[in-house]
Protein backbone atom coordinates (compact mmCIF):
# COMPACT_ATOMS: atom_id res chain seq x y z
CA UNK A 1 0.00 0.00 0.00
CA UNK A 2 0.96 3.35 -0.63
CA UNK A 3 1.63 5.78 2.65
CA UNK A 4 2.92 8.97 3.39
CA UNK A 5 4.18 9.69 6.80
CA UNK A 6 5.10 12.91 8.05
CA UNK A 7 6.18 12.40 11.53
CA UNK A 8 5.75 15.86 12.95
CA UNK A 9 2.44 18.02 12.94
CA UNK A 10 3.50 20.83 14.58
CA UNK A 11 7.29 22.43 13.91
CA UNK A 12 8.63 26.04 15.22
CA UNK A 13 11.68 27.64 14.61
CA UNK A 14 13.51 30.92 14.91
CA UNK A 15 13.72 33.50 11.86
CA UNK A 16 17.02 32.71 10.46
CA UNK A 17 17.45 28.92 11.88
CA UNK A 18 17.36 25.97 9.41
CA UNK A 19 14.61 24.23 8.90
CA UNK A 20 13.38 20.67 7.91
CA UNK A 21 10.27 19.24 7.44
CA UNK A 22 10.23 15.28 7.45
CA UNK A 23 8.49 13.22 4.68
CA UNK A 24 8.59 9.52 4.58
CA UNK A 25 6.88 7.26 1.82
CA UNK A 26 6.27 3.50 1.56
CA UNK A 27 5.80 2.70 -2.60
CA UNK A 28 6.56 -0.66 -4.05
CA UNK A 29 6.76 0.86 -7.57
CA UNK A 30 8.90 4.16 -8.67
CA UNK A 31 8.11 6.92 -6.62
CA UNK A 32 7.50 10.81 -7.45
CA UNK A 33 7.28 13.02 -4.39
CA UNK A 34 6.11 16.06 -4.05
CA UNK A 35 5.56 19.23 -1.69
CA UNK A 36 2.20 20.92 -1.17
CA UNK A 37 2.31 24.34 0.79
CA UNK A 38 -0.64 26.27 1.95
CA UNK A 39 -0.48 29.81 3.43
CA UNK A 40 -3.30 31.27 5.75
CA UNK A 41 -6.08 31.99 3.35
CA UNK A 42 -4.44 30.86 0.56
CA UNK A 43 -5.52 27.28 -1.62
CA UNK A 44 -2.92 24.31 -1.66
CA UNK A 45 0.01 25.01 -3.76
CA UNK A 46 2.16 22.74 -5.24
CA UNK A 47 5.84 23.87 -3.70
CA UNK A 48 8.51 21.67 -5.55
CA UNK A 49 8.57 18.13 -7.25
CA UNK A 50 11.20 15.74 -6.98
CA UNK A 51 11.95 15.07 -10.60
CA UNK A 52 12.68 18.74 -11.24
CA UNK A 53 15.27 19.29 -8.73
CA UNK A 54 14.62 22.93 -8.16
CA UNK A 55 14.75 25.18 -5.41
CA UNK A 56 11.63 27.54 -4.54
CA UNK A 57 11.67 29.94 -2.14
CA UNK A 58 15.03 28.60 -0.50
CA UNK A 59 13.35 25.23 -0.10
CA UNK A 60 15.41 22.11 -1.59
CA UNK A 61 14.29 18.44 -1.25
CA UNK A 62 16.42 15.20 -2.00
CA UNK A 63 14.73 11.97 -2.64
CA UNK A 64 16.69 9.67 -0.73
CA UNK A 65 15.25 5.92 -2.22
CA UNK A 66 16.96 4.07 0.43
CA UNK A 67 15.65 5.76 3.05
CA UNK A 68 12.31 6.37 1.16
CA UNK A 69 12.44 9.86 2.11
CA UNK A 70 12.03 13.22 0.96
CA UNK A 71 12.63 15.82 3.04
CA UNK A 72 12.02 19.66 2.72
CA UNK A 73 15.14 21.43 3.92
CA UNK A 74 15.35 25.70 3.79
CA UNK A 75 19.04 27.08 5.30
CA UNK A 76 17.30 29.92 6.43
CA UNK A 77 13.73 30.34 7.59
CA UNK A 78 12.15 33.23 6.85
CA UNK A 79 8.55 34.34 8.69
CA UNK A 80 6.38 34.18 5.48
CA UNK A 81 7.49 30.30 5.32
CA UNK A 82 4.82 29.99 8.40
CA UNK A 83 2.31 27.34 6.64
CA UNK A 84 0.77 24.24 6.41
CA UNK A 85 3.37 21.84 4.19
CA UNK A 86 2.00 18.30 2.96
CA UNK A 87 4.36 15.79 1.47
CA UNK A 88 3.06 13.90 -1.73
CA UNK A 89 3.05 10.38 -3.92
CA UNK A 90 2.14 10.37 -7.11
CA UNK A 91 0.41 7.05 -7.92
CA UNK A 92 0.51 6.48 -11.47
CA UNK A 93 -1.84 4.34 -12.10
CA UNK A 94 -2.77 5.79 -15.92
CA UNK A 95 -4.70 8.95 -13.75
CA UNK A 96 -3.65 11.58 -11.09
CA UNK A 97 -3.59 10.05 -7.94
CA UNK A 98 -1.67 11.78 -4.82
CA UNK A 99 -1.51 10.40 -1.61
CA UNK A 100 -1.14 12.95 0.80
CA UNK A 101 0.66 12.72 4.74
CA UNK A 102 -0.83 14.31 7.36
CA UNK A 103 1.03 17.49 6.91
CA UNK A 104 3.31 19.92 8.82
CA UNK A 105 2.09 23.15 10.56
CA UNK A 106 5.05 25.33 10.20
CA UNK A 107 5.63 28.18 12.51
CA UNK A 108 8.32 30.96 11.64
CA UNK A 109 8.96 32.97 15.28
CA UNK A 110 10.56 36.13 14.59
CA UNK B 1 -6.62 33.23 -16.36
CA UNK B 2 -9.06 32.04 -13.64
CA UNK B 3 -8.35 29.59 -10.86
CA UNK B 4 -10.49 26.29 -9.54
CA UNK B 5 -13.92 27.58 -8.68
CA UNK B 6 -16.02 25.31 -6.53
CA UNK B 7 -19.47 25.90 -5.47
CA UNK B 8 -21.15 26.47 -2.65
CA UNK B 9 -18.20 27.18 -0.10
CA UNK B 10 -20.07 26.46 2.58
CA UNK B 11 -23.27 24.38 3.33
CA UNK B 12 -25.03 22.79 5.94
CA UNK B 13 -27.06 19.81 5.69
CA UNK B 14 -29.05 16.73 7.75
CA UNK B 15 -28.48 13.27 8.44
CA UNK B 16 -29.87 11.63 5.73
CA UNK B 17 -29.85 14.37 3.05
CA UNK B 18 -27.74 14.14 -0.13
CA UNK B 19 -25.85 17.11 -1.47
CA UNK B 20 -24.13 18.05 -4.96
CA UNK B 21 -20.98 19.81 -4.91
CA UNK B 22 -19.60 21.79 -8.36
CA UNK B 23 -16.26 22.40 -9.36
CA UNK B 24 -15.10 24.42 -12.81
CA UNK B 25 -11.43 24.03 -13.66
CA UNK B 26 -8.73 25.83 -14.85
CA UNK B 27 -9.10 26.80 -18.52
CA UNK B 28 -7.86 23.98 -20.83
CA UNK B 29 -7.68 21.45 -17.56
CA UNK B 30 -9.39 18.16 -18.78
CA UNK B 31 -8.49 16.31 -15.06
CA UNK B 32 -10.61 16.38 -12.46
CA UNK B 33 -9.81 15.21 -8.70
CA UNK B 34 -11.62 15.31 -5.47
CA UNK B 35 -10.45 15.02 -1.95
CA UNK B 36 -11.66 14.92 1.41
CA UNK B 37 -9.91 16.75 3.87
CA UNK B 38 -10.83 16.55 7.61
CA UNK B 39 -8.69 16.91 10.65
CA UNK B 40 -8.60 13.01 11.59
CA UNK B 41 -7.62 11.50 8.25
CA UNK B 42 -5.75 14.79 6.02
CA UNK B 43 -6.14 14.49 2.73
CA UNK B 44 -7.81 11.53 1.12
CA UNK B 45 -8.50 10.54 -2.34
CA UNK B 46 -11.74 10.40 -3.89
CA UNK B 47 -11.89 10.41 -7.56
CA UNK B 48 -10.35 11.63 -10.33
CA UNK B 49 -12.17 12.41 -14.05
CA UNK B 50 -10.54 12.82 -17.27
CA UNK B 51 -12.49 13.08 -20.41
CA UNK B 52 -15.99 12.27 -18.89
CA UNK B 53 -14.77 9.39 -17.56
CA UNK B 54 -13.62 8.41 -13.81
CA UNK B 55 -10.09 6.93 -14.05
CA UNK B 56 -9.60 6.52 -10.55
CA UNK B 57 -11.37 6.32 -7.66
CA UNK B 58 -10.24 6.27 -3.57
CA UNK B 59 -11.72 3.80 -0.97
CA UNK B 60 -15.15 5.64 -0.32
CA UNK B 61 -18.31 4.10 -0.11
CA UNK B 62 -21.02 4.12 -2.89
CA UNK B 63 -22.74 7.05 -1.50
CA UNK B 64 -19.72 9.00 -2.96
CA UNK B 65 -20.08 9.32 -6.76
CA UNK B 66 -18.94 12.10 -9.43
CA UNK B 67 -19.48 12.76 -12.60
CA UNK B 68 -17.46 15.35 -15.87
CA UNK B 69 -19.26 17.01 -18.07
CA UNK B 70 -17.87 17.89 -21.66
CA UNK B 71 -17.00 21.01 -20.55
CA UNK B 72 -14.63 19.70 -17.79
CA UNK B 73 -16.66 21.17 -15.18
CA UNK B 74 -17.51 17.94 -12.52
CA UNK B 75 -19.91 17.67 -10.02
CA UNK B 76 -19.50 14.87 -6.83
CA UNK B 77 -22.59 14.23 -4.49
CA UNK B 78 -23.05 12.11 -1.38
CA UNK B 79 -26.30 10.81 -0.78
CA UNK B 80 -27.33 9.52 2.77
CA UNK B 81 -25.26 11.63 4.37
CA UNK B 82 -23.42 10.81 7.79
CA UNK B 83 -22.16 13.34 10.68
CA UNK B 84 -18.78 11.81 9.43
CA UNK B 85 -19.08 13.47 6.58
CA UNK B 86 -18.45 16.59 7.63
CA UNK B 87 -15.08 17.95 5.59
CA UNK B 88 -13.42 20.57 3.68
CA UNK B 89 -14.41 19.09 -0.08
CA UNK B 90 -11.22 20.09 -2.60
CA UNK B 91 -11.16 20.14 -5.85
CA UNK B 92 -8.50 19.87 -8.14
CA UNK B 93 -7.39 20.16 -12.03
CA UNK B 94 -4.59 19.17 -13.86
CA UNK B 95 -3.10 19.54 -17.46
CA UNK B 96 -3.30 19.90 -20.38
CA UNK B 97 -0.23 17.48 -19.92
CA UNK B 98 -1.39 14.83 -17.35
CA UNK B 99 0.21 12.50 -14.83
CA UNK B 100 2.63 15.69 -13.86
CA UNK B 101 1.28 15.39 -10.14
CA UNK B 102 0.98 19.35 -9.87
CA UNK B 103 -2.65 19.71 -9.08
CA UNK B 104 -4.51 23.65 -9.04
CA UNK B 105 -6.62 23.20 -5.94
CA UNK B 106 -9.82 24.88 -5.46
CA UNK B 107 -10.85 26.74 -1.97
CA UNK B 108 -13.04 24.18 -1.26
CA UNK B 109 -16.60 23.49 0.12
CA UNK B 110 -16.65 23.03 3.64
CA UNK B 111 -19.90 20.51 4.22
CA UNK B 112 -20.76 20.70 7.81
CA UNK B 113 -23.72 17.59 8.57
CA UNK B 114 -26.07 17.54 11.41
Known amino acids: AQRVTQPEKLLSVFKGAPVELKCNYS??????LFWYVQYSRQRLQLLLRHISRESIKGFTADLNKGETSFHLKKPFAQEEDSAMYYC????????????FGQGTRLTINP | KAGVTQTPRYLIKTRGQQVTLSCSPI?????VSWYQQTPGQGLQFLFEYFSETQRNKGNFPGRFSGRQFSNSRSEMNVSTLELGDSALYLC?????????????FGEGSRLTVL
Open chain 1, 27 to 32: YSGSPE
Open chain 2, 92 to 104: ASSGPVTNTGELF
Open chain 1, 88 to 99: ALSVIQGAQKLV
Open chain 2, 27 to 31: SGHRS
